[in-house]
């Protein structure tokens, strides 16, 4: 007999062939991750049944790290070692840090390979590092549902990031232990999402205000294809400025004048509470006690809707001034838009929904979750790049976000690759010797829209040697530029007459270095014993503690049962397993608990016998078999 196997739509024929990818947002101020399960999305939430992981890291003296929730509830306890939006810091060099962390409480320090650093009492730490903690904790809980190891992810990032900042994120993930499928823009997966219950074709606009980031993507759906038109935005913009805005007014109002990282701390976190409220409240009424947040009396203030509004209303026009300037890119009109989609919590304010409806003269869409929507687009595109599903089903052309070129005489920038450029993409240009009898080229690879190269950003350097000694001007050299579908970078060139050829991949200026991401891998690898032990010893406890107390309800309901001498021979192995969960080895733990569990054996068995025979009294042989 034949067998007909049957699949759940969206999923391999061969169920053992499945294999396990996710989306990831790793978002600014929240991270989440998403999977395909029987062709729907689903974000995978953690053991409370949260599906938001704040983006937050926590380093302690002891080594240990903390990420998420509990990071974020010592935030205020402990603000330098505990880092947060980090996300803002990725792949920016050391001016631009310390720019960002005028606002924020951290030491940064710059090291000889020009990323800045986080000093915290576990040393000092790089926003690359922080981020692959959060990227850690978001695989160790999707392989925790999933009861699985991931084939792979696709990772999303702000559209406006550039090539230093992609390659931050990828090195993130590395040290992660991820194996990235992609790179995909924020608002395409945004696309991507919307794509999956609505069905409307045409040109669509997607404004995504994060945490710290805000895109504005102009992208055409047709038949299946998302085609990015033009993106533009700013990747300093987010909630956590609207955070600060009334954070000011709060030291403004009380007379704070210079509070200290802790207080910082606790002014933001007030700040985005007093945001969050005013979404659905007219009014906030706040209470200061003094010396709280470094308040230098006691201080009670109300903050309106309408005038918090007022302070974040330039903040909101930056926003659209992007969106018109993408607009302008793409060639296109506000009326010429089938759609605006709304991305990102930060689109909950009020005065953003209503500016950007102005805008654009529509409401904007908004029925998936603004938090949950970029990843469960990845977690569409992960399924399909890992085979799960069919490539034609979806087809992403992603644009790079800013213009790609050269040096040339006299500082000059040549654009090799216009910014806006369909990716994956490969673009060459011929140039030639300037000088006689020269053999050797120096090649600067720039990103930027200016004119100058010092005005624009220096990605990477190379040198072509052995040249045939020519005039100047008679050699061909063919500069080839290839970006690929994460948006990276590579670069050769090639004199066509003698053949001679060098090429280069293109590292961030201030990224990590190969040998940085490999130290880093290695320790690591070296902490994964300790990180093993450590498990086993929490695992000791758990088990230990849940042991005595089930014990202890017992005692306490059926002391009677035992002789005093049986009752205080079991207290005394109680005592004896809770000394041991005090002390540090998993095993001894285990060893009392065995021995806990093999005293209380009898206890068990008379509390059982008891029970049945409560339960058998006044009953008739009738009755029970009746029963």
């Known amino acids: 007999m034949a067998l007909l196997q049957i699949a759940e739509p969206g999923q391999s024929q061969a169920p053992h062939q499945h294999k396990l990818a996710v989306g990831i947002d790793l978002g600014t101020t929240h991270s989440l991750v998403a999977t395909m399960q029987s062709g729907l999305p689903r974000v995978l939430a953690d053991a409370e049944g949260s599906v938001l992981l704040p983006s937050v890291v926590r380093y302690l003296a002891d080594g240990s790290v903390s990420v998420g929730e509990t990071a974020r509830q010592a935030a205020a306890g402990d603000a330098l070692n505990t880092l947060v939006s980090v996300k803002r810091f990725m792949g920016r060099g050391?001016?631009?840090?310390?720019?960002?962390?005028?606002?924020?409480?951290?030491?940064?320090?710059?090291?000889?390979?020009?990323?800045?650093?986080?000093?915290?009492?576990?040393?000092?730490?790089?926003?690359?590092?922080?981020?692959?903690?959060?990227?850690?904790?978001?695989?160790?809980?999707?392989?925790?549902?999933?009861?699985?190891?991931?084939?792979g992810a696709v990772i999303t990032v702000p559209a406006y990031f550039d090539e230093t900042q992609?390659?931050?994120?990828?090195?993130?993930?590395?040290?992660?232990?991820?194996?990235?499928?992609?790179?995909?823009?924020?608002?395409?997966?945004?696309?991507?999402?919307?794509?999956?219950?609505?069905?409307?074709?045409?040109?669509?606009?997607?404004?995504?205000?994060?945490?710290?980031?805000?895109?504005?993507?102009?992208?055409?759906l047709h038949q299946g294809v998302f085609e990015v038109l033009a993106t533009g935005g700013n990747s300093a913009l987010g909630g956590d400025d609207f955070d600060h805005a009334i954070a000011e007014w709060v030291m403004r109002e009380a007379g704070i004048s210079s509070p200290d990282a802790e207080a910082q701390r606790r002014l933001l976190q007030t700040a985005r509470k007093v945001k969050e409220a005013l979404s659905s409240r007219e009014s906030v009424t706040l209470n200061l006690a003094a010396g709280t947040g470094g308040a230098p009396a006691d201080?009670?203030?109300?903050?309106?809707?309408?005038?918090?509004?007022?302070?974040?209303?330039?903040?909101?026009?930056?926003?659209?001034?992007?969106?018109?300037?993408?607009?302008?890119?793409?060639?296109?009109?506000?009326?010429?838009l089938a759609e605006v989609v709304l991305v990102g919590?930060?689109?909950?304010?009020?005065?953003?929904?209503?500016?950007?409806?102005?805008?654009?003269?529509?409401?904007?869409?908004?029925?998936?979750?603004?938090?949950?929507?970029?990843?469960?687009?990845?977690?569409?595109?992960?399924?399909?790049?890992?085979?799960?599903?069919?490539?034609?089903?979806?087809?992403l052309l992603d644009v790079i976000p800013l213009s790609l070129g050269l040096e040339t005489y006299g500082g000059l920038a040549e654009k090799i690759v216009p910014r806006n450029t369909t990716i994956p993409v490969a673009r060459a240009?011929?140039?030639?010797?300037?000088?006689?009898?020269?053999?050797?080229?120096?090649?600067?690879?720039?990103q930027g829209e200016r004119e100058l190269v010092a005005d624009c950003r220096s990605l990477a350097r190379f040198e072509l040697t052995g040249i045939p000694p020519m005039v100047a001007g008679a050699a061909r050299i063919r500069v080839l530029f290839q970006v690929d579908a994460d948006g990276l970078l590579s670069v050769s060139a090639e004199e066509t007459i003698s053949g001679v050829r060098a090429s280069i991949v293109v590292k961030p200026s201030w990224g990590l270095?190969?040998?940085?991401?490999?130290?880093?891998?290695?320790?690591?690898?070296?902490?994964?014993?300790?990180?093993?032990?450590?498990?086993?010893?929490?695992?000791?406890?758990?088990?230990?503690?849940?042991?005595?107390?089930?014990?202890?309800?017992?005692?306490?309901?059926?002391?009677?049962?035992?002789?005093?001498?049986?009752?205080?021979?079991?207290?005394?192995?109680?005592?004896?397993?809770?000394?041991?969960?005090?002390?540090?080895?998993?095993?001894?733990?285990?060893?009392?608990?065995?021995?806990?569990?093999?005293?209380?054996?009898?206890?068990?068995?008379?509390?059982?016998?008891?029970?049945?025979?409560?339960?058998?009294t006044g009953k008739t042989l009738t009755q029970l078999e009746d029963h």
């Open 429 to 446: 240009q011929e140039f030639t010797t300037f000088k006689d009898g020269q053999t050797a080229m120096s090649l600067h690879v720039v």
């Open 94 to 151: 050391a001016e631009a840090a310390q720019q960002l962390g005028e606002q924020s409480p951290w030491q940064i320090i710059t090291h000889d390979n020009g990323v800045p650093y986080f000093r915290t009492v576990a040393g000092d730490k790089s926003p690359v590092e922080a981020s692959a903690e959060i990227l850690k904790a978001l695989r160790q809980r999707a392989e925790d549902t999933l009861g699985g190891e991931l084939t």
């Open 166 to 220: 992609r390659q931050a994120t990828k090195d993130a993930a590395t040290l992660a232990g991820l194996n990235v499928l992609r790179l995909l823009n924020e608002p395409t997966a945004a696309a991507v999402a919307y794509g999956l219950d609505h069905a409307a074709e045409g040109v669509h606009a997607i404004y995504d205000l994060g945490g710290g980031t805000f895109d504005i993507s102009i992208l055409r």
């Open 513 to 616: 270095q190969d040998d940085d991401i490999l130290r880093l891998l290695r320790e690591s690898q070296a902490a994964a014993a300790a990180d093993m032990k450590a498990r086993a010893l929490q695992e000791a406890r758990a088990e230990a503690e849940r042991l005595w107390l089930a014990i202890e309800a017992a005692l306490a309901v059926d002391a009677g049962l035992l002789a005093d001498e049986e009752s205080a021979r079991l207290r005394a192995q109680i005592d004896s397993l809770k000394a041991a969960a005090g002390g540090h080895d998993a095993a001894e733990i285990t060893t009392a608990s065995e021995a806990l569990n093999h005293a209380s054996e009898a206890f068990a068995a008379r509390r059982m016998d008891a029970g049945i025979r409560q339960a058998l």
């Open 345 to 395: 919590g930060s689109t909950r304010v009020p005065l953003v929904r209503r500016r950007v409806a102005e805008f654009f003269g529509r409401p904007a869409l908004d029925h998936l979750d603004p938090d949950q929507v970029v990843a469960i687009g990845a977690a569409v595109q992960a399924n399909v790049l890992v085979g799960n599903k069919g490539e034609g089903d979806l087809l």
């Open 299 to 336: 201080w009670k203030g109300t903050l309106t809707r309408e005038h918090f509004e007022s302070l974040i209303a330039e903040l909101v026009d930056d926003s659209l001034r992007a969106c018109r300037r993408a607009l302008r890119d793409a060639g296109m009109k506000p009326a010429d």
